[in-house]
C-alpha cells in the first residue's frame, strides 16, 4: 500500500531537496516490519532506475547522480529499513529479518508497490550486495545491474584470507556495530579511512553529507540493525559466497571500483566470475566512497546501462 506524506522530518529533508537542485517526491510505504521511505525523481514515463544506499548513508547518497539522470530516467531511491527516513521495528521478528534476502526483497516489494515490472538496479557498499542479490534471484525484475564499491556474493576463500586485513572491521562491527553508529566520531573516522582523498569531507557539500548520513543514525533501529548486517555478513554471508557459485548473471552487469578502494578487491572475486559476465568501471582517483568522491564515473556506468 502507497502513502504519500511529507517527510518524517521535514526541515532537513527540505533542506536536502534542494541540495539536490531538481524536483522530488518523498513517499512512505508501509511495510510489515515498519514506514519505508522512498524518493523519486524524473519524468514518471521514463525507464526506472532504482538506486540502494550502503552505510552509513541514505538516499542523500545518490544526489549527485540523482541530478545528472533525472531528465533521462524515473529515478527511485529508497532508505533501506531502518535507516535515513525508513523506521524499522525492533520486535523479535523484524530483528530475525534482518538479512540479506528479506533487504532484497523489500527491492521487489518497492517494484509491486510501483507498479514496475522491472527496472534498472544499482547499488552502493551494502545496496550493492543487495542489488547482486535481488539479480540473482528474481533476474525478471532487472533489466541491468550496476554496483559500485561492492564485491558480488561469489568470492574466493583463498581471496578472503589474502585480503582479510582490509575486511578486518567486519568483526568489530557485527560485536559493536551499534555503539559505532551512535558516536559521530567514529562513523566520520570510519568515512576518513577509507576515502581516497579527504578532501571530498572538506566541500560544502561533502561537510552536509557526512553531518546528516551520522545524524540519521542516531535512532536505536538504525543502530541495532548496523549490528545485525554485519554480524549476519561475518556468521553466514562470508561463508555463504565462498561456497557453490550463484547461477550466472541475467542481466548486463557493471562493477564501479575505485583505484583506491579498501575493501571490494577485484582477485576476491575475478576467478569466480564468468567471462563477459561483468564489465569493470574504474573511477581511478577514488576510494570507498565513489558516490561522493567521483560521481561522474558512477553516472557513466548508469547511462551506459540506460542506453543499452
Do not use: K, N
Request: hydrophobic letters at 45%; glycine letters at 8%; charged letters at 20%.
Amino acid at each position: 500500500m502507497t502513502v504519500l506524506a511529507p517527510p518524517v522530518d521535514p526541515t532537513p529533508a527540505a533542506r536536502l531537496d534542494a541540495l539536490v537542485g531538481v524536483p522530488l517526491t518523498h513517499r512512505h510505504l508501509d511495510r510489515w516490519w515498519g514506514r519505508q521511505h522512498v524518493v523519486e525523481a524524473g519524468p514518471p514515463d521514463a525507464p526506472p532506475l532504482v538506486l540502494l544506499h550502503g552505510w552509513p548513508q541514505h538516499w542523500f547518497a545518490w544526489r549527485h547522480v540523482i541530478r545528472a539522470l533525472a531528465h533521462e530516467a524515473r529515478v527511485v531511491v529508497p532508505d533501506t529499513r531502518a535507516f535515513g527516513w525508513s523506521r524499522c521495528h525492533l520486535d523479535p521478528r523484524a530483528r530475525r529479518a534482518v538479512t540479506t534476502p528479506s533487504l532484497a526483497a523489500d527491492v521487489v516489494d518497492l517494484l509491486d508497490d510501483l507498479g514496475l515490472a522491472s527496472a534498472h538496479l544499482a547499488g552502493h557498499d551494502w545496496g550493492g550486495w543487495f542489488a547482486f542479490h535481488v539479480a540473482l534471484h528474481h533476474p525478471a525484475r532487472v533489466r541491468s545491474l550496476t554496483a559500485a564499491a561492492i564485491m558480488p556474493p561469489w568470492l574466493s576463500a583463498a581471496g578472503v584470507v589474502r585480503r582479510a586485513a582490509g575486511l578486518g572491521y567486519l568483526l568489530p562491527m557485527g560485536l559493536l556495530g551499534d555503539r559505532a553508529a551512535r558516536d559521530p566520531r567514529i562513523v566520520s573516522w570510519l568515512l576518513r579511512i577509507s576515502t581516497g582523498d579527504d578532501d571530498v569531507w572538506a566541500t560544502d557539500d561533502g561537510r552536509t553529507a557526512r553531518a546528516h548520513y551520522t545524524d540519521r543514525l542516531r535512532t536505536p533501529e538504525a543502530q541495532e540493525v548496523t549490528r545485525l548486517l554485519y554480524r549476519r555478513m561475518v556468521a553466514v554471508e562470508l561463508r555463504q559466497a565462498c561456497g557453490p557459485r550463484p547461477d550466472r548473471l541475467a542481466m548486463p552487469a557493471r562493477l564501479v571500483l575505485g583505484g583506491r578502494e579498501p575493501i571490494a578487491h577485484r582477485d576476491v572475486f575475478w576467478s569466480r566470475t564468468h567471462p563477459g559476465e561483468v564489465e569493470l568501471v574504474d573511477a581511478p582517483g577514488a576510494g570507498h566512497w565513489v558516490l561522493d568522491e567521483d560521481p561522474g564515473a558512477v553516472v557513466g556506468a548508469l547511462q551506459a546501462a540506460l542506453r543499452g
